[in-house]
């Protein structure tokens, strides 16, 4: 109300109107004409003299302002063309053996290779873990404690990231994937505990709270 | 509402508003459960929240029922709950105290129905004052023209939850028809140990030590070796139960001989 | 080697490290985190300090540099509203329900729904919990470390990015709430202490108070 009142008597100083232009011209979806800002801004405005004094204020700067057709918009200086590209990424399925290490590494860890061999019931080929090393998605935690003292690997915040998780204790437990029809026989008797087992729980304890 | 018209709202209450929370009785559908009702008739009381009379409060919610059902308003479950509540708060806040009674003190019980009300109330305005903010694309704008961001190829293997749960499920799955074959890896059967014996009691001429018949390979592991043991043990004794063999042990924890029975 | 390599490729004078930020910031729509902005300029510039400097250049302009939790994005300067009309976006009435249900979420982050009911007195709807996930205003948060494991809600970078707030400790009136006690899990007298009370003080001082 004030704006509409004040207008009736003299435009806003020069200032005010270079940001009104400078808004105007960041929100809007497609070039602005001159008489388009004109329509916009309170009455008496001059929106030419304003779109000069922005025009210079921005030269040099990492944005310019710049004329298409008879209508101005902003648009990224010309030399920092090269900082609008970004590395597309092609997304490729991991493979089963993949997936599956890194499934029972996101379950387990901390876990020794012997473990994730026992669990899959299959080798783990170097390749495998490498990939999920390169990935990101896995890292060396602790030694086992045990003769030889084994490395274990544990999962990373980027593979938390990825998979959408707070922590690794989020995973669905296996009474999740049982109500999801994922898994549909009884529980194993004496099988490894699972995520939410207390058992586990605690080892996640002592890997994600010091 | 905003901030201000909540502010006006709370001042400007008077008869008309007392009035306006008796016509309440026709409009149950305008409440949002027996909290938000509570909260609209503890606003006659023209008090601070945290100085509000939940007896009178009480009162007035027991009521507002009895005039629903007067006015045969059927009232869903919880209001009904909350009734009984307030009535059996009303009945603890005008006797006196029963020193016998363990559990919380019907001021307690009152003071917490305050706190629940306060607390709705401050959410009210805050959610309110929230609203009242400044709010992208109404208030302020984003870039209206983004620029496009070129690409450059990258290959990066990606999975879904959903893969990795599979995954998990297809290994535990598997697991579970595997005991017998993978969890009996480090189990030497007695059976298998009969069969084993069987074959190789004719050359047990002399006394020797059990342990020394132990299949290769079975006594590097400890589990292996014990599993093996036992089941040679059993295997032994049921074939000198049978009379094939004789067994010895010349004291306690000393090696267990086993030999052929002569004549077999 | 990669010593020649660093020479070769001296982070660029903090000016032009500013122009930089600036020209990522208004190529996009959405706020960028200080992480992208390193990935996307060249290696070893320090985008935290070009943004402190490029704020500065843009306090009292038409356009201002906003901080949104972790990342940074350019916004009109409220005071010009008016002059948007043409950019304003039809919002979709949310209803009483919605709007308390966010706030609780907003103020009680991490918070079951449950705990949304006990505060409002009535059941939440599954409706309303939908529209909210959908607006990307709220997401899944941790689940809570008591019986059932019940998933909690917290409040998204989109929401405080809609209503202008840095972080969630900015939102109106939070300190008065906490000091009132009214944000505090006060369980009726004589109920059993549920398990959950400490975990979630330990959830809430994650959140607002480091």
Redesign the interface.
Known sequence: MS?TEQSLFDAPPIAEQ???????L?????PVTVAELER??PHGCDPAEALAYLRRRYE????RIVRVGDAW?????PD?GY????????????S?A???T???I??HQPVTRAEIEE???VAVSRGTID?LLE?EWIRFGRRRMTPGRPVTFVVTESFLD??????A????G?KD?RA?G?????P?PG?LATP?DEDE?SGQTELFED | MSDRDWIDEQKDQSVSDRLAAEALIVDVDGFEGPLDLLLSLSRSQKVDLRRISVLQLAEQYLGFVNKAKALRIELAADYLVMAAWLAYLKSRLLLPPDPTEDGPSAEDLAAHLAFQLERLQAMREVAARLMARDQRGRDF?????T???????????????I??????????????F??FV?DRHDVFTMEQALDRMRGLIGYVGDWSDLESWMPEGWDAHPMRRRSSLAAHFAAVLEMAKRGQIQIRQGETFAPIQIRRKEGE
Do not use: N
Not at chain 2, 147 to 161: D, G, I, N, T
């Open positions: 704006e270079e940001r009104m232009v400078e808004a105007i960041f929100a809007a979806a497609e916009r801004m040099g700067r990492g944005v918009a902003i648009r990224t200086a920092l900082l609008m590209q970004k590395e597309v990424i092609e997304q490729r399925k991991l089963r993949a997936i599956e890194l499934a029972i996101a379950y669990i899959r019931g990939q990935m990825h998979f959408g998780l707070e922590s204790r989020d995973l669905p296996l994937l999801a994922l898994l549909d026989s009884r194993l099988a939410g729980a | 704008f984003v870039r209206g023209q620029e496009e961001v070129a690409r450059s190829r990258k290959v990066v293997y990606s999975a879904a939850l893969d990795l749960m599979r995954a998990y499920a297809r290994i535990r799955t598997k697991d579970e595997r005991p993978m």
